[in-house]
């Protein structure tokens, strides 16, 4: 049997394979690039830009849960003209389309800064942070309140020439109705989910535990949540999804596409196992070819009821 | 060059006091490894989800393996102690962060640690004692059995002063710092697991116009500079007029004593 076909498109993006990093969990093709070739996934998006500099929350951001990442990192970020000096020229020399997120506090700060990063032509499409949890301010609204997402997406669809994909906030309340208003304002593709808000108090102060109280819940821990949302999400909208939320290796990814994404991302299993994404590659590629599978697009969706199952072979007791 | 190695575990056995230490061979790790930097180790499995960050504690001589005191204190390094046997690998990722600066002129160092603290201190100490440097030590710990290392700073020809909990030990190791510098003049300071004592180091080392160096510890989740979840408050400034967020991980864990004592503290 020949090899199994990789490829996916995505918003017009063509990927090698369907394997891609959460923003934010990558950083800008620093440190990280050293474990593997960045080129081995199929699309990078690096982490959220800003127009202007923001430091980020204080600590402690980061605190361990059950099989997850309590954090509240607030999204820090450098100038713009230090990202253009010194993110932008390395960004050039990979050879990988480049989806870049941006994050503005308001809907004119969305279209400036995806004004600029259009006009760098490095990007191959553009990612608006609609619901970071960290922020008092920033994407939290839109991504909750489905008239000013439909109308940011609008705005910032008629500015760019660019793929713009909207990452959503994981509320189960609004999640389709944002979901179909991102897609009428002409979103050409869903990226979901970002990190739900999460609180861990101490016990003994009985105060909240990290620096900015409210923060986010990443990991495997949210992967259930995440896959169910996608699963509502395909069945509500036409356009392709990138599926994320504790994704840890091919049977995650196997799992997100089943359940409606067409491409998959490595979040904050990357700070744990560098490694993660390059070896669930090989992992998916020979699970394709044990079971006869010559395309992985046709993983995508099919635990919904129109599709059959796979037929696995009966196991054998001992 | 940052590597993550799955390293052969040659062992892991009881050290002393609440103290466990862990050898793996690493030369990839071990080879480069520069005094003060950290590694951060991947216990099996999805609980706990994320590496523990440790200070290496000692390189073998052939630079081959190296080594990790860690004290056993919550669910990570109680797992550590059955997870990670002797035969098995354990998957390291290092040499990570900046470490400790020996100024090229010194000739007589103090470094001060308390607890955990100590544990960063040998591998500063092996490499000052290589060049010939007289090294005071004074460590400080809870009790008697949990001041690591003891064998490691007489080894090395350290001049060690001792002090645990069932004494008023911060007064005394600070008395005793002052003392021993009127007569020796230090001409570096390196202090780690203590805020009360690197406070006091500081004001002394400013005194005297000497560097003075802190190893300092924040929770991390990937240790390499990636999450910014490990930031301080740091000084960009000596008069600390203006202020950053700095990730210990990639900054550190060594700084200079300046950038983290902060006037108002």
Redesign the interface.
Known sequence: MPAPNLRVTIAGIEMKNPLTVGS????HH???S??FPVETMGVLVPKTVRNYKW??N????????????H?S?GI?CNTWEHFVAHDVPILKTLKLPIIQSVIGRTEDEYVEIVERCDSLNVFAGIELNLSCPNLKQGGLDFGYDPDSAYKLVRHVRSKTRLPVIAKLAPDYTSLLKVAKSVEAAGADAISMINAPRAMCIDHVTRKPMIGNKIGALS???IKPLAVYMVWEVYRAVQIPIFGMGGV?DFRDVIEFMAAGARAVGFG?I??????ALPRALGELTRFLEENGIADVNELVGSAHEDRPALVVPERVVA | ??Q?VNAPVVWNRPLTGDYWLIEVEAPTIAGPLAPGQFVNI?IPG??????RPFSVYRVSPDRRRLQVAYKVIGDGTRLMTSALPEGGVC?V?GPLGRGFKLPAQAKHIAVIGRGIGIAALPTLVDAAADRGIAIHALLSARTTPNLVGLDIFSERGCTVITHTDDEPSVAQVTDHLIGLDKRHPFDAFYVCGSNRLARAVHALAERRGVPAEIAME?????G??????????VNLDREGKET??REVC?YGPVFDTWEVVHARA
Do not use: K, W
Request: hydrophobic share 35%; with cysteine; aromatic share 10%.
């Open positions: 934010g969990t990558y950083g620093g440190n990280f050293q474990f430091p980020g204080p600590g402690p951001r980061v605190l361990e849960t059950t099989a997850g990442l954090s990192v820090p990991g495997a821990a840890t904050t990357n700070y744990v196992d560098p490694m | 060059m940052l993550q991947r999805l609980t706990p989800y994320l590496r998957d990722i924040q929770h991390m989740a990937c390499f500079g990636d999450c910014h979840g490990c930031v301080i408050d950053a967020f990639h």
